[in-house]
């Protein structure tokens, strides 16, 4: 383990109020992307960031938001127009294994909204 | 669009046992594929590609295009594979760069694999 790191573990919040998850990595992976993981649902994309300062939504980015200043960090931003916030989100990294590319996964962060 | 199909949300088997774990895509162009595993409490991580051709903790996958398909095999089944296991090809999407972040997934719903004691 090691490498991509997300805080905190749980988080809790109440309705209406933005909250930012971290996802920080040492891997020094250029792309990073966000998940959201529910029962039944698999993993959905939320963003994704190919490189600094670039950013693009993913299949289900209503309600967040993103920034990667760095290239190490990719916080994402939930915000009181997301109408499901509570889940499960792993945050995540690529970079090259042999002849395609790994991504490596976060530990998660699970949200609830009440 | 790219579609892929896990179609059994639960798999139990008893331990010895082989395993197949189902996975269908559609998919435009020539098709990579992945398998990912969570084990309990731990990460999610990369268990094999099809593109490498391995063979990793026992388990392999054949993609065959013909069904358009890339079941998860393994002819034995021991306790600590019971997890989560996730298939997830490439997806589609403009390579406004090149490299890793031109390699997204497209993951399916999942199939959790018991394996009885």
């Known amino acids: 383990d090691g490498g991509i790191t997300q805080s905190p573990k749980y988080l809790f919040r109440k309705e209406g109020q933005n909250v930012t998850l971290s996802c920080e990595q040492n891997l020094n992976h250029d792309a990073m992307y966000w998940y959201r993981q529910d029962p039944g649902q698999g993993l959905r994309l939320i963003y994704y960031s190919q490189i600094v300062n670039d950013f693009q939504k993913g299949d289900i980015a209503e309600g967040y938001s993103v920034s990667r200043e760095k290239k190490e960090s990719f916080p994402l931003t939930v915000t009181s127009a997301q109408k499901n916030p509570t889940a499960f989100y792993l945050c995540?990294?690529?970079?090259?294994?042999?002849?395609?590319?790994?991504?490596?996964f976060g530990p998660g962060t699970r949200l609830t909204v009440t | 669009a790219q579609r892929v199909t896990q179609p059994e949300k639960l798999l139990s088997v008893f331990k010895g046992a082989p395993v197949e774990l189902k996975c269908n895509y559609s998919?435009?162009?020539?098709?990579?594929l992945f398998w990912y595993v969570q084990y309990s409490r731990q990460r999610l991580q990369l268990l094999l590609r099809h593109i490498s051709r391995e063979s990793i903790k026992g388990f392999t996958a054949d993609l065959n295009k013909g069904e358009t398909s890339f079941h998860l095999k393994k002819p034995f089944a021991q306790e600590e594979d019971s997890a989560m296991y996730y298939c997830a090809p490439r997806r589609i999407s403009p390579r406004t760069y090149s490299g890793a972040g031109s390699y997204q997934l497209t993951f399916g719903k999942g199939t959790k694999l018991s394996v009885i004691p």
């Open positions: 998919y435009s162009g020539s098709p990579e």
């Open positions: 995540a990294s690529s970079g090259k294994r042999e002849i395609s590319y790994e991504q490596y």
